[in-house]
C-alpha cells in the first residue's frame, strides 16, 4: 500500500512542477507543429509518437486544455495562443456531441479553462469573449445531461457511449459540464416546455454511480469490498432494473481498473467541493445539504482507501487490481511499483488522476484521515511527475511514460524486448499531469485554488 511521506509540502514540490512544465513546453510545440487536427485527435503514443485511434473523440479538449494549463503555470502566451485559437477553430463539435459522455473532458479542459482564466483576470476581459465560453460551456452542459436514461423515481445517469444500458464510472466527471451550466444560469428545456434543473441531474447521476459502481462493504455481493469500482453497470431497459457490473478496460467485471478508481475518486471529491461552497437552501430540494455531503464524502474517502490499500508504495497503480500477472510478482503492494516486468503494466495516468482527488480530498475533509490522502496525494504526485515516468526526451512526444489505454483490446504498444506495454504517454495522462502539477504550484504559492466551478 501507498506509504504516505509525512515531511513532503507542497512548496517542497515546486522544483519537481517546474521540471514538469519545462519538459512540457517542447513536447507542446512539437505536437502543435505536425499534428493535422483534420485527421483525429492524438489520443496515445506509438514508440514515442502521438497516434489517433478511432473509439470516441475524447481526448481533443486535452489537447487544446494543455497548452492553456502551459500558459497558466508558466505565463508564456504562446501556449495560450495555441489553445485559444484550437478552441476556437476545432472545439464547436464537442459542444453539440449526444454520442459521447465526454462533454467534461472536452470542454470544460477548453472553454472552462478559457473562462476560468479571464475570470482569475489572466485574461484581458473582453465582454463578447466572455460571452462566447459562456455559451459553449451552457450549451455543452444542456447536450450532456441530454443523453439520459431514466431509472423511475427520480433516478438516472447519463449513459455511456455504448448506449442508454450503460453507465460509466468515468462519466462522473464531465457531471462539471452540468454544474456550470447550471452555474451559469442555463435553462435546459425539455418535451412540453418543462425545464430539467441541471444540477439535479448532476446530483442523481453521482448518486446512481455511487451506488451501482461502488462498493461499500454492505453485503451486495460475494466480491463486496468497499471502494472497489466497477467501470461500468449494466441496466435493463424494460424494467430499468440494475442487472450487472461490467468493464470496457478492466480485466472483470469483479475487478478494479484503477483508472476507473481514479475517476471516481477524483470525480467525487472535486463534486464536494463544490457543493460545499452553495448555501444551504439551494440543496433543499434534492433532499438536503446532509444527504449529498455525506455520499460524495463517503464514496471519495472508499475508494480513496481502496486506492491506499492496493497501490504500491510510491503511489503508481498497475492497470487493474485483479490483473491475473500480478500473482507473479510477489508483495507487489509492498513495493515500488515495477515498470519493467513480464507480467502485468502500471497505468502512469491513473496515479495523475488519483493523486489529484487525494489532494482535494485531504484538503477538504481534514483531520487525520484528511492528512493521511493529502500526503499520500503529495507522494503519488512526487513519483509520477519525476522520472521515470517525466519523459526529458525531445524525440518522444508524451509527457508522461508508462500510461494504459485498453489493455484488453491489446491497443497499447509493446517496445521490442518487452513483454507488456510501457513507455508510452497518453493525452488524457499528459493533461491530468499538468493539471496535477498546476494544482500542487498554487498550492505551495499560496495561489488561488485551482477549480472547475465559477
Known amino acids: ?96 456531441h449526444i454520442g459521447v459522455h465526454d462533454h467534461g473532458f472536452n470542454n470544460v479542459s477548453t472553454y472552462g479553462n478559457l473562462l476560468r482564466l479571464m475570470n482569475e483576470r489572466r485574461l484581458q476581459e473582453q465582454e463578447w469573449e466572455r460571452h462566447f465560453y459562456e455559451l459553449a460551456l451552457k450549451l455543452s452542459g444542456a447536450v450532456q445531461a441530454a443523453r439520459w436514461t431514466a431509472l423511475g423515481h427520480g433516478a438516472g445517469y447519463v449513459h455511456s457511449f455504448n448506449g442508454p444500458q450503460s453507465l460509466f464510472a468515468d462519466t462522473i466527471r464531465s457531471m462539471r459540464a452540468l454544474v456550470v451550466s447550471w452555474q451559469l444560469g442555463h435553462k435546459f428545456m425539455g ?44 441496466f435493463n431497459l424494460t424494467d430499468k432494473a440494475y442487472r450487472c457490473p461490467s468493464t470496457q478496460q478492466g480485466y472483470s467485471p469483479f475487478s478494479t481498473w484503477t483508472r476507473g478508481l481514479a475517476w471516481i475518486l477524483c470525480g467525487y ?15 433543499e430540494a434534492f433532499g438536503g445539504a446532509d444527504k449529498w455531503l455525506t455520499l460524495c464524502r463517503e464514496t471519495a474517502s472508499a475508494t480513496a482507501d481502496f486506492y491506499l490499500e492496493h497501490t504500491p508504495i510510491d503511489g503508481v497503480p498497475y492497470w487493474d487490481t485483479g490483473a491475473p500477472g500480478l500473482a507473479n510478482l ?42 493521511r490522502y493529502y500526503q499520500a496525494g503529495l507522494t503519488t504526485a512526487r513519483t509520477v511527475l519525476s522520472e521515470p515516468y517525466l519523459s526529458k526526451d525531445p524525440a ?34 499528459d493533461y491530468h499531469a499538468r493539471e496535477l502539477a498546476l494544482l500542487i504550484q498554487r498550492l505551495g504559492q499560496g495561489g488561488t485554488y485551482l477549480k472547475f466551478y465559477l
Request: some cysteine; overall charge negative.
Open 1 to 96: 500500500m501507498i506509504h504516505p511521506d509525512s515531511q513532503l509540502t507542497a512548496a517542497g514540490l515546486a522544483g519537481v512542477c517546474s521540471d514538469l512544465f519545462a519538459a512540457s513546453a517542447g513536447k507542446l510545440r512539437r505536437l502543435q507543429s505536425r499534428w493535422d487536427s483534420a485527421k483525429g485527435s492524438p489520443v496515445f503514443t506509438v514508440a514515442g509518437e502521438y497516434t489517433t485511434r478511432g473509439w470516441t473523440e475524447w481526448t481533443q479538449g486535452f489537447q487544446f486544455g494543455s497548452a492553456l494549463l502551459q500558459f497558466d503555470a508558466t505565463g508564456d502566451e504562446e501556449f495560450l495562443t495555441i489553445g485559444r485559437e484550437a478552441t476556437l477553430k476545432w472545439m464547436a463539435p464537442h459542444v453539440s
Open 191 to 234: 418535451e412540453g416546455d418543462r425545464e430539467i434543473n441541471l444540477l439535479g441531474r448532476a446530483l442523481q447521476h453521482a448518486e446512481t454511480t455511487s451506488r451501482y459502481n461502488v462498493w461499500f462493504d454492505t453485503g451486495r455481493d460475494t466480491y463486496d469490498i468497499r471502494g472497489r469500482v466497477a467501470h461500468e453497470s449494466i
Open 269 to 283: 471529491a472535486e463534486l464536494l467541493e463544490f457543493l460545499l461552497t452553495l448555501p444551504v437552501e439551494a440543496l
Open 330 to 371: 510477489g508483495d507487489w503492494r509492498n513495493a515500488p511499483a515495477q515498470i519493467e516486468n513480464d507480467h502485468e503494466p502500471v497505468d502512469s495516468s491513473a496515479a495523475c488522476i488519483a493523486a489529484q482527488g487525494l489532494l482535494r480530498l485531504g484538503r477538504i475533509i481534514g483531520g487525520e484521515a484528511g492528512a
Open 396 to 429: 518522444h512526444e508524451g509527457l508522461i511514460l508508462h500510461s494504459i489505454y485498453h489493455r484488453p483490446n491489446g491497443w497499447d504498444h509493446i517496445p521490442s524486448g518487452s513483454k507488456i506495454p510501457r513507455g508510452e504517454s497518453s493525452m488524457w495522462g
